[in-house]
């Protein structure tokens, strides 16, 4: 959805939630990237849902099987030896490859470049009522995305 700016309705968080104003923020900058051309890259995110539903499989594995404790002794060890290794590997892949970032693209077409971009957030200002000023956000996420546009072509 390229809109060319923001959009009419202000958007507006609660500012006493927190998570409200990052969903908000995440949302904004979202959309004034994609408007830009830039495709989103989702491999990381299905990446994660998948080791997840790995996770949910062992959970449901070790409390549904069909024998008792002690019989079901070995399957609950190997169960939660790999639940450990899982979640292990979950929060690897957060804090090593996804850190704050809310957004991975692809590299734009006809880029030497193998990444896009790797959008994080922080919370900007707002106005005392809550508001976003969209224009100005829109503005900011715009050049930095001209920034890195101008550092990509004078590689």
Known sequence: MATGG?????????????????HLLDESV????????????????????????????????????????????????ACIG??????GLLQFISYTKEKNAILFTYPPPG????????????????TKDGVLVEGLFWKDVERLIDDYNGERKNK
């Open 6 to 22: 923001p959009e009419k309705n202000p958007k507006k968080a609660n500012l006493l939630d927190p998570h409200s104003i990052k």
């Open 30 to 77: 979202t959309e004034v990237v994609k408007s830009r051309g830039y495709v989103e890259n989702v491999r990381l995110s299905n990446l994660r849902l998948l080791i997840g539903f790995i996770i949910i499989a062992i959970a449901l594995l070790a409390q549904f099987y069909r024998k008792k404790f002690p019989e079901n002794r070995d399957l609950l060890v």
């Open 82 to 87: 790999l639940y450990v290794v899982f979640n």
């Open 111 to 126: 880029s030497f470049n193998s990444t896009g971009l790797i959008v994080s957030s922080k919370l900007p200002r707002f």
